[in-house]
């Protein structure tokens, strides 16, 4: 058979395939599954002044008084209950935005309003325990 012949033939064959039509490519705006009650401990920092009113990574302005967080990897609109764990204070915000990685990293950076609630404003980083409790989208 001819190689141009073989390839018309390939083609053909993967097109008239009925199981080939049937599937389907995930949607390109499909948001990966974080599970629930997904939990990790290490270090919270908050967010800069300097940040205010400029677009996050999901497109929403940010606003310091919001209860919102950046991550380096969870899908927008995951809501994190974050814990202090030096003194047990905890507060829900959902990811608006993305952070730096890195084992140096803080796991997650939190807007000034959620730093506050968790009394963290004078250390400016402290040890926090995230655990996934669902979306809001």
Same mark, same amino acid.
């Given at each position: 058979? /001819?190689?141009?012949?073989?390839?018309?033939v390939? /083609?053909?064959?993967?097109i008239?395939?009925?199981? /080939?039509?049937?599937q389907?490519?995930?949607?390109?705006?499909a948001?990966?599954?974080?599970?629930?009650?997904?939990?990790?401990?290490?270090? /919270?920092?908050?967010?800069?002044?300097?940040l205010?009113?400029r677009?996050?990574?999901?497109g929403?302005i940010?606003d310091g008084?919001?209860?919102?967080?950046?991550?380096?990897?969870y899908?927008?609109g995951?809501v994190l209950?974050?814990?202090?764990?030096?003194?047990?204070?905890?507060?829900?915000?959902?990811?608006?935005?993305?952070?730096?990685?890195?084992p140096?990293?803080?796991?997650?950076?939190l807007?000034?309003?959620a730093?506050?609630?968790?009394g963290?404003?004078?250390?400016?980083?402290?040890?926090v325990?995230?655990e996934?409790?669902?979306?809001?989208?």
């Amino acid at each position: 058979m /001819a190689p141009a012949l073989a390839c018309t033939v390939v /083609a053909v064959l993967l097109i008239s395939t009925p199981s /080939a039509s049937r599937q389907s490519a995930p949607a390109a705006s499909a948001t990966p599954a974080v599970p629930l009650n997904q939990k990790r401990t290490g270090l /919270a920092s908050y967010m800069a002044k300097t940040l205010e009113g400029r677009k996050t990574a999901s497109g929403q302005i940010y606003d310091g008084r919001q209860l919102v967080a950046a991550h380096p990897t969870y899908p927008m609109g995951t809501v994190l209950r974050v814990t202090n764990l030096t003194n047990g204070r905890a507060v829900e915000v959902t990811v608006v935005d993305r952070s730096a990685r890195g084992p140096k990293r803080p796991i997650v950076d939190l807007s000034r309003a959620a730093a506050e609630r968790l009394g963290m404003i004078e250390a400016g980083v402290v040890k926090v325990t995230t655990e996934v409790i669902g979306r809001s989208r």
